[in-house]
């Protein structure tokens, strides 16, 4: 196959579907478009949920989950790769699995547990599958306050708290770890990068909008866009930061359905 000089980089998404939009495959797929990378996908679940809650979720079989990831990585070059949404044991060992031998690159793994609206989207019992098998095959880990305190079994009630529980993170075997703050009580929102010796506060403004569906996800897939694209980790992660900041600030004056609206993931409300 020839490459033409034009031809965009490819990162891959394995996280579930979400039919308002806002959030899983779609909010990935917006966000490596908007970016510049080309978007696959491999479903591992199909939610019924809009900006006010989910009302059903149906996992993916695992015939299902491989047939996807085979069908996209025997013929796309995939440069790196987004783990959302995964309520399966299974799924979890085929993706660690996968990111083992060399065929899922560079994993961004966001261990989605809680949505927006508050609705628990993985069992307690998958807690173990993520520290012992998924999290050491990351490159970059990305839970937010929530998450982390399942993950790592600590309490997070300030910045103060952050450090200690990205050291956690860190020693599951992820090589960098980024703690997202934004549910903490604070006048910014402040997020917590971590490389294994150094830990790194990034700031910035909290904007008054409940227009917030999705951020985790995009900003996830935006790291692992710029990562496709061949930036640095670091560059990576503030990249994205900006990136998820500006498409917050861009949907706050949305009025998309009754609940937590979805971003702005084209900079539409930016335009002039």
């Known amino acids: 196959m020839h490459f033409g000089s034009k031809t965009p980089p490819v990162a891959l998404t394995i996280a579930g579907s979400d039919s308002g939009g806002g959030a899983g495959i779609q909010a990935d797929l917006k966000t490596f478009a908007s970016l510049g990378v080309y ?19 149906e996992i993916m079989s695992l015939e299902s989950v491989l047939s996807q990831l085979v069908a996209v990585t025997n013929d796309f070059q995939v440069r790196a790769t987004k783990v959302g949404m995964i309520s399966s044991a299974s799924h979890i060992r085929l993706v660690a699995d996968a990111a083992a ?6 994993l961004v793994v966001d261990p989605v547990m809680v949505a927006t609206s508050g609705d628990r989207l993985t069992s307690a019992e998958l807690l173990e599958t ?14 937010n306050i929530f998450e982390a305190q399942e993950l790592t079994e600590i309490n997070i009630e300030s910045a103060t708290d952050m450090p200690k529980a990205a050291r956690i993170l860190h020693g599951f075997g992820a090589k960098y770890v980024y703690l997202k703050g934004g549910h903490l009580d604070s006048e910014e929102a402040i997020d917590l990068f971590f490389d294994g010796y150094t830990a790194q506060y990034l700031r910035a403004k909290r904007i008054d909008t409940q227009n917030t569906h999705g951020t985790g996800c995009t900003f ?11 930036k640095r980790v670091d560059e990576a992660i503030q990249g994205a930061k900006m990136y998820t900041t500006r498409a917050i ?7 998309l359905g009754g609940g937590h609206g979805p971003l702005d993931h084209f900079s539409w409300g930016h335009r002039q």
């Open 249 to 255: 600030s861009g949907s706050a004056g949305w009025a």
């Open 101 to 106: 031998d060399g065929t899922l690159p560079r």
């Open 220 to 230: 996830s897939s935006a790291v692992a866009a710029y990562i496709a694209v061949g």
């Open 130 to 143: 993520y520290r012992k098998i998924l999290i050491p095959q990351a490159l970059v880990v990305t839970p």
């Open 39 to 57: 978007g696959t996908s491999v479903i591992t679940a199909v939610t019924a949920q809009n900006t006010r809650g989910v009302a059903q979720i």
